[in-house]
């Protein structure tokens, strides 16, 4: 599993409030990304991040910022929750050795 | 841009082969990826192609890369009842290394006894 986990697992929210996804990994992977999942469109990627303080965006970035204060956490906020923001969050790494990414077990988000 | 993409639905008899298929749009793409996803998990990387290559063998996985069409299949021999989940198949297009993947929708496999 890469020793990546995400926190909370499931969290319910309203409408308007502040949200942050917090993903840890143990084995010190430069890259880090976090995806939506959503029926019919696969995942689709947020942000990412190439090392501590370098982030970028991916294609649906819009009502999200990510941070990477440290290695190990990569933290993704919705600033205000709206329910089109209801979905599945996965975090994931890529390995240098191999080139590969590999994911978290997921964060279901509601937003009510 | 990249688009790839997937049927959403298969099923097949437990023991038989099952055959996902995936198109992409971009031929310069240098790694292709199956990803399964099983209920209420993350996505588990299965095998990944190099785009250098036509067939990749693993035990019962077998991927065939057509550059030619843009087609990429996952052949699962032996169809078992485990075998049931989402399969991804995802590219990483040649201006971002390995660094982004583009992800198709997914296949949901469907295993009758």
């Known amino acids: 599993d890469a020793g990546i986990t995400q926190s909370p697992r499931h969290k319910v929210t309203e409408t308007g409030t502040p949200v942050t996804l917090r993903c840890h990994q143990t084995e010190n992977h430069r890259y880090m990304y976090w995806y939506r999942q959503d029926p019919g469109h696969g995942l689709r990627l947020i942000h990412y991040?190439?090392?501590?303080?370098?982030?970028d965006k991916g294609e649906v970035s819009d009502g999200y910022s990510v941070s990477r204060s440290k290695t190990e956490d990569f933290l993704l906020t919705l600033e205000s929750a709206t329910s089109s923001q209801t979905s599945v969050y996965f975090c994931?790494?890529?390995?240098?050795?191999?080139?590969?990414?590999?994911f978290g077990p997921g964060t279901r988000l509601t937003v009510l | 841009g990249e688009d790839v993409e997937q049927s959403l639905f298969l099923s097949v008899r437990e023991g038989d082969s099952s055959v996902i298929n995936c198109t992409y749009t971009?031929?310069?793409?240098?790694?292709l990826y199956w990803y399964k996803q099983e209920p209420g998990a993350g996505l588990q990387l299965l095998t990944y192609?190099?785009?250098?290559?036509d067939m990749k063998q693993d035990q019962r996985l077998t991927v065939l890369l057509n550059k030619k069409d843009k087609h990429l299949s996952l052949r699962i021999a032996d169809t078992q009842t485990g075998d049931s989940a989402i399969y991804f198949c995802a590219e990483s297009p040649p201006n971002f290394g390995n660094e982004k993947l583009t992800f198709g929708t997914g296949t949901r496999l469907t295993i009758i006894p």
């Open positions: 971009d031929s310069s793409s240098t790694y």
């Open positions: 192609i190099f785009s250098n290559m």
């Open positions: 994931a790494i890529m390995t240098a050795s191999t080139d590969t990414q590999y």
């Open positions: 991040s190439y090392g501590v303080k370098d982030t």
